[in-house]
């Protein structure tokens, strides 16, 4: 199975900043993209950023500017910088994958992390 790991959540004032890493491991054959979903108190998930293997990024436009999504293939990880916070930036952050378990896999297949607690004071 694959295995999704985040790190880097926490409390932090309006206008800093703090990194989200996502770590990807277990049965994986290749992955295509990875990236961040949000899910603020009481609202719907949101997709925040993505990022291809190839290196193609695209961003939801409430954080364009504020944030920046890398990654590392090697690593099967993904990071995302986030600067400038709002408060309405406070969110669970869930990571996602679309891998292949082998390579006889035909389809990607979406895979989720547990979670990280994003809080933006103000």
């Known amino acids: 199975q694959v295995q999704l790991v985040e790190s880097g959540g926490g409390l932090v004032q309006s206008g800093g900043s703090l990194r989200l890493s996502c770590a990807a491991s277990g049965s994986i054959f290749t992955i295509n993209a990875m990236g961040w979903y949000r899910q603020p108190p009481g609202n719907q998930r949101e997709l925040v950023a993505s990022i291809t293997s190839g290196g193609s990024t695209d961003y939801a436009d409430s954080v364009k500017g504020r944030f920046t999504i890398s990654r590392d293939n090697a690593k099967n990880t993904v990071y995302l910088q986030m600067n400038s916070l709002k408060p309405e930036d406070t969110a669970v952050y869930l990571c996602?994958?679309?891998?292949?378990?082998?390579?006889?896999?035909?389809?990607?297949?979406?895979?989720w992390g547990q979670g990280t607690q994003v809080t933006v004071s103000s």
């Open positions: 996602f994958c679309y891998a292949m378990a082998d390579s006889r896999s035909r389809y990607f297949e979406k895979h």
